[in-house]
């Protein structure tokens, strides 16, 4: 039961990760407060090249660490093409209030609009 359940093997375990996914969301909840979205790069750090850092699965892992605070909260969050960098692909990370979803689809419609317009 604990492997399907990931890392948190025993309850205290479990309770402890439940409590700090509450406060994720707490804070995630107050930036929001009066917001529509909260808009951030995707990654840290531009695209990198396919197999440039194989061997440095940090690298890889730091590159997410955007990612991973809206999912963890339970909160709608969508990338979108937001340009280049270095010839690389840069993306735009829109993350919305629980069960907001629509908006987040919206602004990110937008978004993606907006960048076809000023790249022809």
Do not use: C
Request: a neutral charge.
């Amino acid at each position: 039961m604990g492997a399907a359940r990931g890392l948190a093997d025993h309850p205290v375990d479990d309770a402890k990760a439940q409590q700090v996914r509450r406060l994720i969301r707490q804070d995630f909840d107050r930036a929001l407060e009066g917001r529509h979205a909260i808009a951030l790069p995707t990654s840290p750090t531009p695209a990198f090249r396919l197999g440039e850092k194989i061997d440095d699965p940090l690298q890889m892992y730091l590159s997410d660490v955007f990612t991973v605070g809206p999912s963890l909260a339970g909160l709608p969050s969508v990338s979108v093409p937001a340009g280049q960098a270095q010839g690389l692909p840069v993306g735009l990370q829109l993350t919305g209030r629980a069960w907001d979803d629509a908006t987040i689809y919206r602004i990110a419609a937008a978004v993606e609009l907006t960048n076809e317009r000023t790249s022809r």
